[in-house]
């Protein structure tokens, strides 16, 4: 962990406005867990205190695209985590600003200028990349993952049976995560929390997956790559019958059950009966993937997204194939085989 020096400086007023708009607080909550307050800290740092902090955005900070809301243009901006005088908080970085490079604007869940007695002029102590960043250990993940895939199904989250380490292992780090703020104490075990949250990149894709082939496991393991957190939603019977003109050899459970005993899939779940973007933002992942050869398009996806106040969530096309492999020709072979008798 780094430490840098910051002065207390007054801003230019415009921090309470942008923080209160619904993307970029959509972005606070989902990439840096911050119910933010609306308004920025600002901090005038000397030159290689700066350079450090900027390097430092530069590598490990989260990117959230620029978008239009109601008809009006917002710029791109990243994020990083910090902690300022002991409290978690983030960085927030405009790609165009009218600040000089030493100003650094810091936004957290309090005002800052109350909950730590600040003043203009006050020297406060940045540290990062922060404590919530540290927790991301392997141990850690493996807890805040079995703690999400629970708060998808809406039950608590309770620290036995998981498989990568004993119970009293897992009670111990769940209650170091307590202590965290990852997870917080319900009354039939514990739930994830929107810091929780933050620590995990979560992928999201989505498909038929009805014979299962070398392909798709290229893919799946790709997906896998890019995040802590694969989602896989399989397309329903009727979607199925809906976009491919046929019916799926195998039925919806059936196929779930299949992809979900796959090593990279953490959680499978059948999608709902309505846009299949729609489903997406149910489950506010980090990032959205499709397989090389599926046909929607990013810019509609992205467009999309911005439109819904979602801006920071990431759209990749993969490139993983494997010549030869897919269910239409698989099924097209059968046919041939069976044609041949």
Not at 83 to 109: F, L, M, R, S, Y
Not at 179 to 207: D, H, I, M, N, Q
Request: glycine share 8%.
């Amino acid at each position: 962990m780094k430490t840098v020096t910051g002065i207390v400086a007054s801003g230019l007023g415009r921090g309470r406005r942008f923080c209160s708009l619904l993307p970029y607080r959509n972005a606070f909550r989902d990439l840096m867990g911050l119910e933010v307050f609306p308004g920025t800290l600002n901090l005038e740092l000397g030159k290689k205190e700066s350079h450090l902090i900027w390097q430092y955005v530069e590598q490990r900070g989260e990117h959230v695209r620029s978008f239009r809301w109601d008809g009006k243009q917002y710029g791109a901006i990243q994020l990083a985590h910090v902690d300022i005088n002991g409290t978690p908080a983030a960085i927030v970085a405009p790609h165009k600003t009218t600040h000089t490079e030493t100003t650094v604007e810091i936004i957290a869940e309090s005002k800052l200028r109350d909950s730590l007695g600040l003043e203009d002029g006050d020297r406060v102590r940045l540290e990062f990349p922060g404590r919530r960043v540290q927790l991301r250990k392997a141990d850690n993940l493996c807890i805040l993952k079995k703690a999400l895939s629970a708060f998808y199904f809406s039950t608590p989250f309770s620290p036995k049976g998981i498989s990568c380490m004993t119970d009293q292992r897992a009670q111990q780090l769940t209650q170091e995560l307590v202590g965290a703020g990852a997870l917080v104490p319900v009354s039939e075990g514990y739930e994830l929390t929107y810091s929780g949250r933050s620590l995990l990149r979560v992928v999201f894709t989505g498909g038929v997956y009805d014979l299962l082939h070398v392909g798709h496991l290229a893919t799946l393991q790709e997906a896998k790559s890019l995040g802590d957190y694969l989602l896989v939603i399989v397309a329903r019977d009727e979607t199925v019958m809906k976009f491919k003109q046929r019916k799926p050899i195998k039925p919806e459970e059936e196929r779930r059950k299949i992809l979900e005993q796959l090593r990279p899939v953490d959680l499978a779940l059948l999608g709902q009966r309505q846009n299949y973007l729609q489903t997406a933002l149910q489950f506010r992942p980090d990032m959205i993937v499709m397989g090389h050869d599926q046909r929607m398009e990013i810019e509609g996806i992205l467009s999309f997204l911005e439109e819904k106040g979602y801006p920071h969530i990431r759209v990749e096309r993969l490139t993983a194939r494997v010549e030869g492999r897919s269910t239409t020709k698989l099924i097209e072979q059968a046919k041939h085989r069976n044609s041949g008798k």
